[in-house]
């Protein structure tokens, strides 16, 4: 048996290294949570041409399919700014087809293309909001209890909460982009995107950005 001194430091060693990989373990927890929650937005469908051979595409004009047309406007800014961020180049459709019944002109359409200098146009359609109800499981969840005095490292002593489960109601917010090319107007690349219960409309933009430029490089669409 292990001399008092050393049986007790030893204990307490034990004792913070549980409680050291507790706190880890809660932090990890919260760094999950945090990174699930990060990202609203999702491909739910995805589409590109096999057959596509060049050249990669370099500049966008970039037109959202809005009835609002202050949202219309703040779609294309926001959008065609995270392109030109990402070292890519596009243009807002607003800046060149100002008035949104022209977008249904296809003569109008192309004129701004060949004037913004691009050659491809990007469009995004709005799909409308659904909403659905989901389950929230109960769960139970454990933190560490206090104790005073020495004994308290013996073992851990943890409080058990209980959680009942619920329902609550998603909002999904639902938009289609398609990319045509203007050298033969061929659809090229589409995909159907979901937003879930997403904090505002300048988020979706952002994330939507990110997986429809991934996805085109990835298909070989652009560098």
């Not at 990202?39 to 596509?52: I, K």
């Not at 926001?78 to 087809?97: C, D, H, K, M, Q």
């Not at 019944?101 to 146009?121: F, L, P, Y």
């Not at 209890?145 to 209980?162: L, N």
């Amino acid at each position: 048996m292990p001399e008092p001194n050393n049986y007790f430091k030893e204990i307490n060693y034990k004792g913070r290294a549980m409680g050291i990989k507790f706190r880890l373990w809660v932090a990890g927890m919260f760094l999950i949570l945090a990174c699930v929650s990060c990202s609203t937005t999702q491909l739910v469908e995805r589409w590109h041409d096999p057959d596509f051979n060049g050249p990669k595409l370099q500049k966008f004009l970039v037109l959202g399919l809005f009835k609002n047309d202050s949202r219309r406007r703040a779609f294309e800014q926001t959008f065609s700014e995270r392109i030109n961020a990402s070292g890519r180049a596009a243009v807002p459709g607003y800046s060149l087809v100002p008035d949104p019944a022209d977008i249904e002109s296809k003569q109008a359409v192309v004129a701004a293309i060949k004037k913004a200098g691009a050659d491809a146009v990007l469009i995004t359609h709005f799909r409308g909001i659904t909403e659905k109800e989901r389950q929230v499981p109960p769960r139970v969840e454990y933190y560490p209890a206090r104790r005073h005095g020495y004994y308290h490292y013996y073992a851990p002593v943890y409080h058990r909460v209980y959680h009942p489960g619920y329902t609550v109601t998603d909002s999904i917010v639902k938009l289609e982009t398609q990319v045509y090319t203007l050298r033969d107007e061929q659809l090229v690349w589409a995909g159907n995107s979901e937003s879930v219960n997403s904090s505002s409309g300048e988020k979706i933009v952002q994330e939507l950005v990110g997986l429809v430029v991934a996805d085109m490089q990835k298909s070989g669409l652009i560098d």
